[in-house]
Nanobody, 123 residues
């Protein structure tokens, strides 16, 4: 059984940084592309970032470009997302997802999802 578990969210002030983590089990982590998505009530899901199975190809959302670093540690089956200079508009639930090898900006292309971790940014 595949499990995807996010952690690292919380309440922070604008301008601060956070590192989100995502740990998987039950799948060959180093064969999967890993992505981060976010969603707020009343808004659609937005692709935030993704890193492919080799750890080479990646993308960042235009709305957050320059404030993100995505990375993975295959030995620990863990994905990370470092977010810098957080803004109130970054408040959302952040989800981790997995798909075979290559990144996609479409959430429907991902096979496995976690329950999400809430990030709340106060002004």
């Amino acid at each position: 059984q595949v499990q995807v578990v996010e952690s690292g969210g919380g309440l922070v002030q604008a301008g601060e940084s956070l590192r989100l983590s995502c740990t998987t089990s039950g799948l060959p982590f180093d064969d999967y592309a890993m992505g981060w998505f976010r969603q707020t009530p009343g808004k659609g899901r937005e692709g935030v970032s993704c890193i492919d199975w080799r750890g080479v190809g990646s993308y960042y959302a235009d709305s957050m470009k320059g404030r993100l670093t995505i990375s993975r540690n295959n030995a620990k089956n863990t994905l990370y997302l470092q977010i810098y200079s957080l803004k109130p508009e970054d408040t959302a639930r952040y989800y981790c997802a997995a798909r075979w090898q290559h990144c996609s900006r479409e959430g429907t292309d991902f096979d496995y999802w976690g329950q999400g971790t809430q990030v709340t940014v106060s002004s």
